[in-house]
């Protein structure tokens, strides 16, 4: 088994249709990893370029520590299911599942046995003599498992294989799927648009949208987490409310009188900035529950229609904010007697507010900018005259800063220790206010002690701070980026390779061209291949290699021609394979 790494891998289809963007992942070795999204988002074309089925547009693939991108499928090592079976109809089960291993001029005894072992795992031993027309749905999925568990490949390819299946066959597939992979232990790789069979199969699940990957998390922190209103409608059902509300200090307007007040800790979550404005307010219908007349959020006269499920019981009902029905998901027994007016609370520690770009506005694992004094002497940054960068040039992309007086150091929120690792390490005290629970780790909301400022930090699951304890924290000096007063970056990181070199991008006739001092590339004759790109606002950084394959850095004023002169320098680099 391998890991599977996926480096900005992107896909144009004939006729310009971009069908993914942009595409960065690493899936470790034994991982059950899930690509989930609606239809037409881009799942497939991924899985197939990883299969080798589909030409890569640009970006690298890798299947352990081998680059595929030029490797045929059939030699990349990786077994594929597909959601209808492409079993060989007139082989029986039994050819069908040791055909590969014929193909590879195994022995009869050993295709034998091999073929038994994966039979008995998959309980079709009785069915080796059939043909697949003589098996049912469920029976020739579990054929077409078999046939990939007889190699041990790299990894395991899955594109949808229970979508043909009935509900109950699929639920029963579900969970037979998700211990085979417990029993081989083997790199998986799922495609589904079935946001259940993402969420109670995989170890971590890959959000796509039109082409562009949204989050990738845990079932657990993509639910409780989600980055954006997309994510967070798209997982769960039902799906979580959103309403329309503004914010005003610490509460939430639905209309002029009716509002719900946030928890402290929400309050320490949310990023700062966002008094006066609307906001998305996200309310996931189990959430609510029914409370008493005294301690309320919301008073219901009327429930326009409520749904005995058997587990659990669905009330719909209108509330100001939101133009469709409001969905409350209500434990059984709490709604057997709904009659009258229902009075409703909400569990404010789990609501989720989102921005005008229905972007989250709750922290997560972001990054924390620290007011701090700068100046630069012999090439040495010093730090509010305590902490020191040495050679500074070599890491600075702006070399006029001489001084800073009102600059920032940003560190993000897993960068930090509770442990010093060296006396020049950065150190700064917090007193905790909130806490989130994740899966590999727990994230706390904080603030500096005596200034106020705010500081999110992660550390391992096993530490644990409860809210007031003031903790020191500590930060390795190189780990610390300088940004300017507008919090752009001024440093890049070590990969960057000197020298920096200024460039423009000029037109000549129809022609766009990255001119340097001594150089003009364009897509004729000196072309350079777009290795990555940092934006840090006013200006960009173009890493690139030359013809000698040399690494240049480049520095271009950015303007309107900026991406056009890229698009030729991209496609240069596509026509190049
Ligand atoms: P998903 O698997 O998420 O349903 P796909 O990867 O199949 O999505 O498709 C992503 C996009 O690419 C869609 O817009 C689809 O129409 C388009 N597409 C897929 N295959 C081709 C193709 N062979 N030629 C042109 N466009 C394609």
Redesign the pocket.
């Given at each position: 088994m391998a890991k599977v790494k996926l480096i900005d891998v992107s896909k144009v289809?004939?006729?310009n249709?971009r069908?993914v963007s942009d595409f960065n992942l690493e899936i470790e070795d034994g991982e059950f990893i899930i690509f989930v999204?609606p239809?037409?988002?881009?799942?497939?074309?991924t899985l197939r370029m990883i299969a080798g089925l589909e030409e890569i547009t640009s970006g690298k693939i890798y299947i352990g520590d081998t680059l595929v991108n030029n490797i045929e499928p059939k030699d990349r090592d990786i077994a594929m299911v597909f959601q209808n079976y492409a079993l060989y109809p007139h082989m029986s089960v039994f050819d069908n599942l040791g055909y590969s291993l014929k193909c590879h001029h195994e022995k009869k005894e050993v295709i034998k046995e091999k073929v038994e072992k994966v039979a008995k795992l998959l309980n079709i031993q009785e069915l080796l003599d059939r043909k697949p027309r003589e098996l049912s749905g469920g029976q020739r999925q579990r054929v077409a498992l078999g046939r990939c568990l007889i190699r041990q490949p790299k990894a395991f390819l899955f594109d949808e294989p229970l979508s043909n299946l009935d509900a109950k066959l699929r639920v029963q597939m579900r969970s037979e799927i998700s211990k085979l992979h417990k029993q081989v232990q083997g790199t998986f790789i799922y495609?589904t648009h079935d946001q259940t069979e993402a969420m109670t199969m995989g170890d971590r699940i890959v959000v796509m949208k039109d082409g562009f990957v949204q989050q990738i998390d845990t079932p657990v922190n993509l639910y409780e987490h989600p980055v954006n209103i997309f994510v967070a409608t798209f997982l769960g059902s039902p799906q979580m409310n959103i309403f329309k509300v503004k914010l005003n200090k610490d509460k939430l307007y639905f209309s002029d009188h009716i509002y719900l007040k946030l928890s402290e800790k929400t309050k320490n979550k949310m990023i700062d900035g966002y008094d006066g404005k609307t906001l998305s307010l996200g309310i996931r219908p189990s959430d609510f529950d029914i409370a008493n007349k005294s301690s309320y959020d919301f008073c219901i006269e009327k429930i326009d229609l409520v749904e005995k499920l058997g587990n659990e019981t669905l009330l719909y009902l209108t509330l100001p904010g939101r133009e469709e029905s409001t969905i409350v998901s209500l434990k059984l027994d709490m709604a057997d007697d709904l009659k009258g007016p229902i009075y409703l609370k909400v569990n404010k520690d789990k609501i989720h507010l989102f921005n005008e770009d229905d972007e989250s506005i709750l922290k997560i694992n972001d990054y924390n900018f620290i007011p701090s004094k700068m100046s630069l002497e012999n090439d040495i940054l010093h730090i509010d005259n305590k902490y020191q960068i040495d050679n500074f040039s070599n890491k600075c992309v702006l070399s006029e800063i001489k001084q800073l007086d009102n600059g920032y150091i940003r560190i993000a929120s897993d960068a930090f220790k509770t442990k010093k690792l060296s006396k020049d390490d950065y150190v700064i005290e917090v007193e905790v206010r909130a806490k989130d629970v994740r899966s590999k780790s727990n994230v706390y909301f904080a603030k500096k002690v005596k200034d106020n400022i705010r500081i999110t930090f992660t550390c391992p699951k096993d530490e644990h701070y409860e809210l007031g304890d003031k903790v020191k924290l500590y930060v390795p000096i190189n780990e610390i980026s300088i940004c300017d007063s507008d919090k752009n970056v001024l440093m890049v990181d070590e990969n960057i390779v000197k020298p920096i070199i200024d460039a423009n991008i000029e037109m000549y006739g129809k022609e766009y061209y990255l001119v340097t001092q001594d150089k003009q590339f364009s897509k004729n004759n000196k072309y350079l291949l777009v290795e990555k790109i940092y934006d840090l606002n006013s200006k960009m950084l173009l890493r690139v290699i030359n013809q000698k394959n040399e690494t240049l850095t480049l520095k271009i004023n950015k303007n309107n021609d900026f991406f056009n002169g890229l698009m030729i320098y991209t496609k240069y680099k596509k026509a190049k394979k």
């Open positions: 289809y004939k006729g249709v069908a999204g239809s037409g988002c881009g799942k497939s074309t495609v």
